[in-house]
């Protein structure tokens, strides 16, 4: 049973454009969620998280937006810079222990000079 | 300063075979967590340590899995008796104690089970 599901495994975008990238999830009980960013060869990033008493946190060109009815959350990306081509995790825990996380499958972003 | 040390970075081993990975955390980090990502998937919870508390084996797929940490710092995960399905990237991740400390990974162990 996948509880952190990424529909979407690619998405490709041009320079300059956003990027969005989406999550769901199915555990009403999650009340943090984390983005990762991966390159290959190399272990994952964090980029930015959200607390469910949250709906949007903002960091430089990264935004996370969390849709807690709709247990949605989008990552979106402006610019996007040909740098950020990579596979993004989403990621949910419980604040008990927000180490332990749940990971979506990834997707692979490519942005196009 | 040094991030997270993983070793090796590969290993191809032959099925039935015993294995040892190992993880050097961020000097002061309590937390240290193991994960894996088979292919094609998200990564995989495994087992967590925090500082001298029993640790949370929850993760481990199977009583071939097994992992320690000695002296609160370097962590090595065994698997016993390789099977193919363990084939897979070993990540290990270490953090500050408290809350919404983010992970900090290593560049993981590829393991191969032939």
């Known amino acids: 049973d996948q509880q952190v599901k990424q529909n979407s495994p690619s998405l490709s975008v041009q320079e300059g454009r956003i990027s969005i990238l989406n999550c769901d999830y199915t555990?009403?009980?999650?009340?943090?969620f984390l983005w990762y960013k991966k390159y290959p060869a190399e272990g994952p990033t964090f980029l930015i998280s959200i607390s469910s008493i949250k709906d949007k946190n903002e960091d430089g060109r990264f935004t996370v937006f969390l849709n807690k009815s709709a247990k949605h959350l989008s990552l979106h990306i402006v610019p996007s810079q040909p740098g950020d081509s990579a596979v993004y995790f989403c990621a949910a825990s419980f604040s008990g222990n927000t180490g332990k996380l749940i990971f979506g499958q990834g997707t692979t972003l490519q942005v196009k000079p | 300063g040094a991030g997270v040390s993983q070793s090796p970075s590969n290993k191809v081993t032959e099925k039935g075979k015993d294995v040892e990975l190992r993880c050097d955390p961020i000097s002061g980090h309590t937390a240290l967590y193991w994960y894996r990502q088979s292919l094609g998937q998200g990564l995989e919870f495994l087992i967590y340590?925090?500082?001298?508390?029993?640790?949370?084996k929850s993760g481990l797929p199977s009583d071939r899995f097994s992992a320690e940490r000695t002296g609160g710092s370097v962590s090595t995960l065994t698997i016993q008796r390789t099977q193919q399905e363990d084939s897979a990237v070993y990540l290990c991740?270490?953090?500050?104690?408290?809350?919404?400390?983010?992970?900090?990974f290593g560049n993981g162990t590829r393991l191969t089970v032939t």
């Open positions: 555990n009403s009980m999650f009340d943090y």
């Open positions: 340590f925090q500082g001298n508390s029993a640790p949370d």
């Open positions: 991740a270490s953090s500050l104690q408290g809350m919404n400390s983010p992970l900090h």
